[in-house]
């Protein structure tokens, strides 16, 4: 965490624009909604906890570079850490002028030649391990066209030649019928090459898990590459945001328990997931009255945090089976990977599985039967 005194002062200062500078008007409404957050008006979205973590880290003396197609607006146009004025073109970058003596914060917008640039802010992050240095795919489904780099480099840079890396990659991910080829960051592979603890999996569902993750990422004493399933829609759900408290106080949870409290009433089943479609379980739930249900969430996949699940699972009866709930089809996503960890039970609770069948696509390309498969999966 940072001291949240010095946050909402650092949030403020990227709402301050230079003398005759023009702002989009929307670019107007986006730095009005920043100064509320800084004042602690409204809560933090996941776009403002993301530019703290940058301010933080760049005012304590570490690096920040950030590369991907579009990266500067944000291929969701939630970012813009970049402002053009409006009349002459002009660009200023607010995360740029935070203190006279802060590290370089740079955010490059990058051609859309995935091994190129991968491969080349790997190797920065090898040259500058004091820092934070981000690729962000434009959609997570793009880094397939990188994968030799990640099978070759990443995974296995450090048992081959011992070369760390604390390289961060941003994959956007999350079906949202957007078609095959804009729903998946192809999750299950970066779970099939984890081994040895030789990177980081997380899929982070509040701004404050993002805050707190990206920060870890710089301030360990060690450096594991870092592949975080980043989000699209939650951008802007109402219900994906956080306080000025929990990024100054908070850390990175692995598991986030129930927001309900055990056994109020008798619960019946354990529902386990991770990232996007918690929040679509959880407004199922609340529709529904169903209380004796339990929603936890994994938001560190690798390495996997056994003993942290242990303990959350054993606030509730002996008995009580888990389903391992997730949008992706059953041959992909975290599925297999949860079923090698435990087999067909979760210390001694029987496991299931619901979520899609068996696909040879990622997902389908027409969105009304993508809100036909997503509704009878959150039903089941």
């Excluded at 066209?145 to 070759?152: G, K, N, P, T």
């Excluded at 407004?283 to 945090?305: H, N």
């Excluded at 975290?334 to 069948?357: C, D, K, N, Q, T």
Aim: charged share 25%; glycine share 6%; with cysteine.
């Amino acid at each position: 965490g940072a001291e949240a005194e010095r946050m909402s002062r650092l949030l403020e200062a990227q709402t301050k624009l230079p003398p005759n500078f023009t702002p989009h008007p929307k670019i107007k409404k986006l730095l009005e909604s920043r100064l509320a957050m800084a004042k602690g008006k409204q809560p933090l979205d996941w776009a403002a906890a993301e530019a703290l973590a940058f301010a933080t880290l760049a005012t304590e003396g570490y690096r920040v570079r950030l590369s991907g197609q579009d990266s500067i607006r944000g291929t969701f146009s939630h970012r813009h850490a970049g402002l053009y004025d409006y009349e002459t073109g002009e660009l200023y970058m607010p995360l740029q002028h935070l203190d006279p003596r802060q590290a370089p914060v740079e955010i490059l917008n990058s051609p859309l030649t995935e091994t190129g640039v991968l491969g080349f802010e790997l190797g920065y992050s090898m040259e500058w391990p004091d820092g934070l240095i981000l690729w962000e795919a434009q959609f997570g489904d793009f880094c397939n066209v990188a994968q030799v780099i990640i099978d070759q480099f990443i995974a296995s840079a450090e048992k081959k030649w011992r070369r760390y890396s604390g390289l961060t990659m941003l994959l956007p991910h999350g079906f949202e019928g957007q078609g095959p080829e804009h729903s998946s960051a192809r999750l299950e592979r970066f779970l099939t090459i984890a081994g040895e603890d030789n990177i980081q999996v997380a899929y982070p569902t509040t701004p404050a898990q993002y805050f707190h993750l990206l920060r870890r990422q710089v301030l360990r004493k060690w450096r594991k590459p870092l592949v975080v399933m980043s989000p699209k829609s939650l951008l802007r759900h109402p219900q994906v945001v956080s306080s000025l408290e929990e990024l100054s106080t908070g850390t990175f949870q692995r598991i986030i328990p129930d927001s309900l409290e055990p056994n109020r009433v008798p619960t019946e089943r354990i529902l386990l997931c991770s990232g996007k479609i918690y929040y679509e379980l959880e407004q199922r739930r609340r529709e529904s009255g169903r209380e004796d249900v339990a929603i936890l969430r994994v938001e560190q996949l690798y390495p996997f945090p056994e003993k942290i699940l242990k303990d959350a699972l054993a606030r509730y009866d002996a008995d009580v089976p888990v389903i391992w709930v997730q949008e992706e089809p059953e041959n992909m996503g975290a599925w297999r990977f949860i079923l090698s960890v435990f087999g067909e039970s979760m210390f001694g609770r029987p496991l299931r599985y619901v979520g899609r069948p068996t696909s040879a696509s990622p997902a389908t390309g027409s969105a009304s039967s993508h809100k036909q498969e997503q509704e009878q999966l959150i039903s089941e």
